[in-house]
């Protein structure tokens, strides 16, 4: 079953057009990166609405909640890494604190970047936001989805930040799929009895690749897609652990801090005993390679999913 | 190199905003005074083609990385390594060594291919850059990589670290000198302009900054993205020390070089007129080969080009 490949950097540039023409204040910022983070669609239809901000990430974040105050919907763009490390103090006061409606769109998210090397491989993003009050959170998982989720960004007020990988990526959803789809809903993407998979973003396709092999093994897993990751969906994962009793959690990020961490306070705080693995980069800065090598290194492609899937189950 | 008359008109171009008459004075044209001569300045010419020939050799072979930024950065870093600066491939964390950052990091390519053949680490390396598994990561990693200094690839660190080192030395009463290499793009990070006030606070004199002036970074023209002009005065402003050169002209570097260590009580920031992409014709001042490796026929152009430029530059010598 091979599927369509789509962007998910590509639906964000369109999205931001057709948005563009439905609200008149929805603008946009860059940090010398629209080529790449596609915003460059929308600086070709809306010059007026574009603000190439240079290679100045913090000035951005903050300019960006000024805009906000006066009625704007910016929408800010860059790498996942300076979207959130670099700027995270004026995340805090200007947006997180400030309660201002400014959306942080990152790309190039997770290892899957690849060769550019661990300094480019943002994998503290999600724990960094997550963290923030006021911050919702998204980590989308197909083009269908970021169409989705940027559309919700721009008509739901607050502060929010949503990343996705650099790569194409399978679709999973066609758009009326995702009709109903509301923030801090996880969806199931797949029914099944063993053991849960809750993943995020560009992992939803591994677990999914992992879902058919474990198939062959006489293991039937449920696929959740959180693809907000703050608010969290507590009621979901609370149904996952009684139902399933096994949840696996995975994501494109460390496993300090992201999904992993957020569903484990779930389940710890509700006393629910469930067995539980986290899956994703185990506290280290991986290194520059292509992202099918790293992905077997880091142990994150559908094999390890399957490996670390069979190991829990027969604790 | 030689040509006395493109040389001169650089010169007078120039020297309305350095000091460059004074030292003609003191040291004559070409004069006995400078620490070098023809042959060096051959010598050098003749490795930067062999860097630049590294370069796109490992960028063809990585399948990615940023040809641009580390072909208008190479004369200035072979001259940094292979004459200038005071460093030794065998013992790279000699305390007493002069330190060169690379700030923008992308241009990491030429950087390793330096350091290789100044024998920091094995040639053969340069082979493996961006794979897994291999020690040059796509960015500079410190200790990682022998002889690497700092981590950048995140663009705005590197002056601060520079100011870091430098202030240690003068704490310590070191000898060393610091060199930094910038991006102009990179020069819109406001951390550039904080660090650039610390180092004219501390009249950190033991400090040079290059800037690679090509006047182009990501998104287009570093005037259309974000207006830079006038960095010579922005950064006399900021109280340095400021040269202006042509930064393919070895011999200009050279010389920038020597006088900005000679020069006391302010940092020196040398401005390097370089493009983008030099060296490889149809890269130059080409915004699109930023951060695109060459496919296999513009791989063979590029290289047929530095064989032809060799073996001109070989006959003259
Ligand atoms: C903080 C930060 N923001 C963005 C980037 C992405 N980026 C890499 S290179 C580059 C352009 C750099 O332009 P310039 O400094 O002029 O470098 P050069 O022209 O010498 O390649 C950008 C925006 C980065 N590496 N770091
Ligand atoms: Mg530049």
């Given at each position: 079953m091979s599927k369509e490949m789509v962007n998910p950097r590509n639906a964000y540039g369109e999205t931001l057009v057709e948005l563009g023409k439905k609200h008149s204040n929805l603008v946009v910022l860059d940090a010398d990166l629209s080529k790449s983070t596609k915003t460059i669609m929308f600086a070709k239809k809306y010059p007026e609405r574009f603000f190439e901000m240079g290679i100045a990430e913090a000035n951005m974040i903050s300019a960006a909640a000024g805009l906000a105050s006066c009625g704007k919907i910016p929408f800010v763009s860059t790498f996942a890494v300076f979207a959130t490390g670099r700027v995270y103090d004026q995340i805090r006061m200007d947006v997180a604190y400030s309660n201002a409606n400014v959306k942080i769109f990152a790309t190039h998210g997770g290892i899957s970047v690849g060769k550019d090397g661990a300094s480019h491989q943002m994998i503290e993003d999600?724990?960094?936001?997550?963290?923030?009050?006021?911050?919702?959170?998204?980590?989308?998982?197909?083009?269908?989805?970021?169409?989705?989720?940027?559309?919700?960004?721009?008509?739901?007020?607050?502060p929010m930040y949503a990343r996705v990988g650099r790569a194409d990526a399978p679709l999973i959803y066609k758009t009326e799929d995702l009709k109903d789809m509301k923030i801090g809903r996880g969806l199931t993407v797949k029914d099944g009895d063993d053991i849960s998979i809750i993943a995020c973003g560009t992992m939803v396709n591994h677990v999914l690749d992992a879902r058919e092999k474990l198939l062959k093994d006489g293991i039937s897993a449920r696929i959740i897609d959180m693809h907000t990751i703050k608010?969290?969906?507590?009621?979901?994962?609370?149904?996952?652990?009684?139902?399933?009793?096994?949840?696996?959690?995975?994501?494109?990020?460390?496993?300090?801090?992201?999904?992993?961490?957020?569903?484990?306070?779930?389940?710890?705080?509700?006393?629910?005993?469930?067995?539980?693995?986290?899956?994703?980069?185990?506290?280290?800065?991986?290194?520059?390679?292509?992202?099918?090598?790293?992905?077997?290194?880091?142990?994150?492609?559908?094999?390890?999913?399957?490996k670390t899937t069979s190991a829990l189950l027969e604790q | 190199m030689g040509n006395r008359a493109d040389f001169y008109t650089n010169y007078f171009y120039i020297k309305k905003h350095s000091g460059v008459c004074f030292h003609l004075l003191i040291n004559g044209w070409g004069g006995t005074l400078k620490p070098y001569d023809e042959e060096v300045i051959k010598k050098l010419d003749i490795i930067?083609?062999?860097?630049?020939?590294?370069?796109?050799?490992?960028?063809?072979?990585?399948?990615?990385?940023?040809?641009?930024?580390?072909?208008?950065?190479?004369?200035?870093?072979?001259?940094?390594?292979?004459?200038?600066?005071?460093?030794?491939?065998?013992?790279?964390?000699?305390?007493?060594?002069?330190?060169?950052?690379?700030?923008?990091?992308?241009?990491?390519?030429?950087?390793?291919?330096?350091?290789?053949?100044?024998?920091?680490?094995?040639?053969?390396?340069?082979?493996?850059?961006?794979?897994?598994?291999?020690?040059?990561?796509?960015?500079?990693?410190?200790?990682?990589?022998?002889?690497?200094?700092?981590?950048?690839?995140?663009?705005?660190?590197?002056?601060?670290?520079?100011?870091?080192?430098?202030l240690a030395g003068k704490a310590d009463k070191k000898k060393y000198n610091v060199y930094v290499m910038l991006g102009d793009g990179e020069t819109d990070e406001g951390q550039i302009w904080e660090a650039a006030a610390v180092a004219s606070h501390y009249r950190l004199d033991n400090l040079t900054a290059l800037l690679d002036r090509n006047f182009l970074q990501i998104d287009g023209n570093t005037e259309d993205v974000l207006r830079l002009e006038s960095v010579y005065d922005r950064w006399s402003s900021f109280g340095w020390h400021v040269r202006e050169i042509d930064g393919h002209d070895i011999d200009q570097i050279l010389d920038a070089l020597q006088m900005a260590d000679d020069h006391k009580n302010q940092p020196t920031m040398i401005i390097l007129n370089t493009v983008k992409g030099k060296g490889v014709s149809f890269m130059e001042n080409n915004v699109d080969f930023h951060g695109v490796p060459p496919n296999e026929m513009e791989y063979k152009l590029a290289m047929s080009e530095f064989d032809m430029l060799l073996r001109k530059l070989e006959e003259a010598s």
């Open positions: 999600l724990a960094l936001m997550r963290v923030l009050p006021n911050m919702t959170v998204f980590a989308p998982s197909d083009a269908t989805q970021t169409k989705k989720i940027v559309q919700l960004m721009a008509e739901t007020k607050g608010p969290i969906d507590t009621d979901l994962i609370i149904k996952c652990a009684k139902e399933t009793g096994a949840i696996l959690t995975a994501e494109e990020h460390s496993v300090i801090g992201g999904l992993g961490s957020a569903v484990a306070e779930i389940l710890a705080e509700k006393g629910l005993t469930c067995r539980f693995k986290r899956l994703g980069v185990n506290d280290i800065f991986c290194e520059s390679g292509a992202p099918a090598d790293l992905f077997e290194k880091y142990k994150l492609n559908a094999k390890h999913i399957v | 930067a083609v062999k860097i630049r020939r590294h370069v796109i050799e490992m960028l063809y072979r990585a399948k990615s990385g940023h040809p641009g930024g580390s072909l208008s950065a190479v004369d200035a870093i072979v001259a940094l390594y292979f004459h200038h600066m005071n460093d030794n491939p065998k013992k790279p964390e000699d305390p007493d060594r002069d330190r060169f950052i690379l700030s923008k990091g992308h241009a990491a390519p030429t950087l390793y291919a330096v350091l290789a053949e100044c024998g920091y680490f094995d040639v053969k390396e340069l082979k493996r850059l961006r794979e897994i598994n291999s020690i040059l990561q796509g960015h500079p990693v410190s200790f990682h990589i022998p002889g690497v200094e700092a981590s950048t690839g995140s663009l705005g660190h590197g002056l601060s670290f520079a100011n870091g080192i430098a």
